[in-house]
């Protein structure tokens, strides 16, 4: 079920950041066409209007009779076909030809042959044509400035047409320059199939990509799914002991005939027992929720540890001296040591630690509490002699729920969450727990928490 939802999951962040990638890789690619069809237009634009304007300055000044052809058009031209008799002479000017060119601008005409100049008289009938053949230019003639035309074939063109005129000022007819746009138009079938075949292959990329980045995102939301899942199953496994041992006196009770009034009573003491250990068991868990939610002590006033620790080496002693165990505690620093902390939460953690140095040491030996001052920490050390933790075990005991031995450790009334709520309340006030443990010699446990000062440095 979790790996169903967990999958499922993956599958729709991968699907979604893919969808967002391929969004914004095909706007990125509608840019760069746009803008490369852009440029590539200005630059012919130019260019024509550089021919055009040429021209127009160089023949109009010579310009006698509408339509009629001046010497002056095949010198700049040396190609000129005229359409009533022809091309004089079809050849490609070699290069030296073109160098002397005293224009200078007509190479390109030439070059490539991917120019025309054409003249059309006022009537707009094509009267010459320089650069392609008559047949091979498109056939409409307009006269606008700009115009983008399609030859027989299919092949566009872009063209800047100039009105000429004679040197009495009538209109000698029209020049027009044009060039052909199949480099472009290949260059942008070219691109388009650039973006047909790699936005696919990129946008499959981006998913592999976002597939695997998801698995990792969700590394962790699975883990705390995991240990959520855990500690229900744990939790609701500990809530069942005790109800089942309720249940279980309540059932032999109703079996029996007769009730003696000891019976009654020993019976609402056994229930009493395990509805406290119950109530014990609902407020840890209530407590580790808050805790979850909390990342700072909301009730923080100074607390004096050397009255805390005087406390409960008074709360522990008949405790200790059940279990035939020596209590002693040790203050280092000589001025009281002051945390700034919430007290009642101080006091759950040190009764942790103590209550189990005395439930896990055997009768004859001892439990030992220091205070130190070490920079700006207040170190709390609670020293047993009793049966210690395996290396192994030491790193796991604070896990709620975690007991090594399960049966002693039920049997002294434990859950497994003493630890957690040590450490989370160690955590919520930025404070930190060790254990130093040797399997059979005892264990330390070691409290640091920021020192606030002294009394005198508090007032
Ligand atoms: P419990 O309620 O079982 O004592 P804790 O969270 O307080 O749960 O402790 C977790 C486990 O760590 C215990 O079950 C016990 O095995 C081990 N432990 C804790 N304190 C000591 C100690 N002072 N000496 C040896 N083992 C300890």
Redesign the pocket.
């Known amino acids: 079920m979790q790996i169903k939802l967990f999958n499922k999951t993956r599958w729709r962040l991968a699907a979604w950041y893919a969808m967002v990638m391929a969004l914004i890789l095909g706007l990125c690619g509608l840019i760069v066409y746009q803008v490369m069809i852009r440029a590539y237009l200005l630059s012919i634009d130019l260019e024509l209007e550089s021919v055009a304007g040429t021209l127009h300055s160089v023949i109009e000044p010579n310009l006698k009779q509408p339509g009629r052809i001046e010497p002056v058009f095949q010198l700049v031209l040396p190609n000129l076909c005229l359409a009533d008799s022809g091309c004089p002479n079809q050849q490609i000017p070699s290069h030296s030809q073109l160098a002397h060119n005293r224009h200078g601008i007509f190479s390109a005409v030439y070059k490539d042959k991917e120019y025309y100049i054409r003249f059309v008289n006022t009537s707009l009938k094509v009267i010459a044509v320089a650069g392609l053949k008559l047949n091979e230019l498109p056939s409409t003639i307009r006269i606008d400035v700009w115009q983008t035309l399609k030859d027989s074939q299919g092949n566009r063109y872009s063209q800047k047409s100039l009105e000429l005129h004679t040197q009495d000022n009538q209109t000698w007819g029209y020049i027009q320059v044009g060039r052909s746009l199949k480099e472009l138009d290949n260059r942008l079938v070219a691109l388009k199939l650039t973006l047909a075949f790699g936005l696919p292959t990129s946008i499959f990329l981006v998913g592999a990509s976002s597939w695997w980045l998801a698995g990792l995102a969700m590394r962790p939301i699975d883990r705390s799914y995991k240990q959520m899942q855990q500690f229900t199953s744990d939790a609701s496994h500990e809530l069942r002991t005790p109800l089942a041992a309720i249940n279980a006196t309540v059932e032999t009770i109703l079996d029996l005939e007769h009730l003696s009034e000891q019976e009654a009573r020993d019976t609402f003491i056994s229930i009493r027992r395990q509805n406290n250990r119950l109530a014990c068991l609902v407020q840890d868990l209530l407590l580790l929720s808050r805790f979850d939610q909390k990342t700072q002590a909301t009730d923080r006033q100074p607390c004096c540890l050397n009255d805390l620790i005087i406390d409960l080496m008074e709360e522990f002693s008949a405790l200790a001296s059940n279990a035939d165990l020596e209590i002693s505690s040790s203050l280092e620093h000589s001025q009281p040591l002051y945390v700034l902390a919430d007290e009642d939460q101080i006091l759950r953690l040190f009764s ?1 630690l103590i209550a ?2 005395i ?2 040491t055997p009768a004859g030996g001892y439990v030992h509490i220091t205070l130190k001052h070490s920079t700006n920490d207040a170190v709390i050390e609670v020293k ?1 002699t ?4 395996a290396p192994e075990e030491q790193v796991r ?1 604070f896990d709620r729920f ?4 399960t049966a002693r ?1 039920r049997s ?1 009334g ?7 709520i040590a450490k989370a309340i160690v955590e919520v006030h930025k404070g930190s727990i060790e254990v130093q ?1 040797q399997l059979g010699k005892g ?1 330390t ?1 070691i409290v640091r928490l920021p020192a606030s000062g002294t009394e005198e440095e508090l007032v």
């Open positions: 942790n189990n140095a439930k896990y047993d009793g049966i210690g933790i005991i975690y007991r090594i031995d450790s002294n434990g859950s497994g969450l003493g630890l957690a443990s264990s446990f």
